[in-house]
């Protein structure tokens, strides 16, 4: 049998990387020992690194390897852990981002030409903009860069919401409304 969905954390400063290492070893072999008496298996082969830190930090991480029983744990840069949120090696929260304003979008788009201007600025509101009020705390800060993905929903939301094709202006309606 083998055990799904596990985590270990580990943190410290950049200069203690090697002691860091040595502790994660040290663990996922307790972890391993523990699995091995209760009769659960540790798939190595499934088991993932996701190393996080400032992007200038990394930089100098790149070579950086883990060896469980002779085999290299595979290095990634983002992983759907946690209650189903995404995390990347810089906690820029792009991907989230992007996929709760897309799905809460899509999830309506089928509805659009049914909806009353008014039932689709409701719903817009309801299951799109509430993500982004939720999210923004957290997405906002530490990247940038998810400003624009925000902006580039809010303009999908206000073409959704006026009915307008998708390459068609939206600054008259934003300005209006």
């Known amino acids: 049998m083998f055990a799904d969905d596990n985590n270990l954390f580990a943190s410290g400063p950049l200069c203690k990387i090697n002691e860091i290492i040595q502790q ?7 972890c391993e020992s523990w699995m091995s ?3 659960v298996s540790l798939n190595i ?4 690194l996701l190393i996080i830190g400032r992007p200038f930090n990394l930089a100098k991480l790149r070579n950086t390897e883990i060896f469980i029983n002779g085999k290299s744990i595979t290095r990634i840069s983002s992983i759907w852990i946690i209650l189903g949120e995404v995390f990347d090696e810089t906690m820029s929260w792009t991907q989230k981002v992007i996929k709760s304003c897309n799905s809460a ?3 309506i788009l089928p509805f659009k030409k049914t909806l009353t201007a008014n039932s689709r600025k409701i719903f817009v509101n309801a299951l799109t903009i509430s993500h982004i009020h939720y999210g923004s705390i957290v997405w906002l800060k530490p990247y ?7 902006y ?26």
Do not use: G, P, W
């Open 152 to 177: 580039t929903m809010l303009h999908k939301y206000a073409r959704f919401v006026a009915n307008l094709c998708k390459y068609d202006s939206v600054s008259d309606f934003i300005n209006n409304k």
């Open 37 to 39: 008496n209760n009769s």
């Open 45 to 48: 082969d499934k088991t993932q």
């Open 24 to 30: 994660i070893k040290e663990d996922i072999m307790r």
């Open 144 to 150: 940038c860069a998810n400003y624009s993905n925000i």
């Open 105 to 107: 979008l899509y999830s």
